[in-house]
Structures are given as C-alpha cells and as structure tokens.
C-alpha cells in the first residue's frame, strides 16, 4: 500500500471522494492508501475461488463479492478492499458501496502486502461482529490459512490447508479442494 494523500480526511470525505477515483484506494486512521493491481497467480486464484461460492451460495441469501466492493469495519473505519468477501447479512442487502457484516473475508497473498494482511489488517478486521472466517491464500506457494472465531470471545483458532487437503469453509458450509483453487495458477516467482 502506498499513502496517496498528504491531508487527513474524515471518513464521509474519504467515501466521497473515492466514488470518483478511477484506482481504489484503502481507508486507514484517516490516510488514504493507493491500491496496487495483482499478478496472474493473484487473478486466477480469485476466480477460482470466486467461481465455487457463487456457485455454492447460488440459492441462498448469501452474496460473493470481489475485490470491488469495500468492507467498513467501524463507523469511523477503517475501509479495506478483501478479495473477496461472502456476506448473509440482510443488512448489506441494499445498494451501495460497502459491506458491514460480512461472514468470511479472504486475502490472496503477495510479497508487498502479506505482512499487512496478517497483522494490522487482520486485527481490524477482527472488530467485525459477524466475521466468522479470515482466509489468507499463498501465490507463491498452494497453501491456505484459515482463522476462524470460536464461540469464545475474542478467540480464534488457526487450520492450515495444504496441496491434497479440502478447505472447509464452516461459515459457509462448504468444503473445497485446494487444487481447485490452484488450478491454472502459475505461481509467482520465488515460490518453494
């Protein structure tokens, strides 16, 4: 992420200005952060994703949002753009530009924005009441990380997903193999 802005602007003025911005840009502690674009293995991973809980959430009152569509974790911010996010809420059912309750939120790592998406991202999004699933998948290696909460406040527990294993999306009911979502993605340089 890069700071764009060198003015601090209030959460309504951030909104505001960037329906008419032509890049994305991020909302954190009143700074706004340019939004790079993502590599091939970035792009095929969210399609594949994308292409199963569509077609799993199809006839429920779940939706599947990508990288467009913003998530707002407090009335004050921050606002981040997931990579694809799923929310049954019929709270976002409504037009518009952000989602408020989402249920899973998913990550796709690369190089420039893992440290972000693990730390400080990943605390803010911990504030979402109804987030009951954070998933970060590798670009440089076929490996998926799920956070999930517990029903114990404030805890979350930590499952590992490997080439061979089903990811199991329990906010979602669904199992998905991790080839599938690896399937036609080169990995990025650097990979083990």
Known sequence: MIASLQQPLTIEEYLEWEKAQEL??????????????????????????????????????????VSDVKVQSAAQGPVFYPD??????????????????????????????ERFDRGAKFRQYRSLAALQEYVLIGTQEMSVECFRRSAEVGVWSFQPYSPGDAVRFESIGLELPVDILYEKVLLEPGSN
């Open 24 to 65: 994305r840009h991020e909302y954190l502690d009143g700074e706004i952060y340019a939004m790079t674009g993502g590599s091939k293995a970035h792009n095929a991973i969210a399609i594949n994703l994308a292409r199963e809980l569509s077609t799993h959430l199809r006839t429920s009152s779940c939706n599947v949002f």
């Open 84 to 113: 694809l996010l799923v929310t049954c809420d019929e709270r976002d059912n409504q037009a518009g530009y952000v989602v408020e309750h989402p249920c899973l939120i998913v990550e796709i790592l690369s190089p420039s924005t």
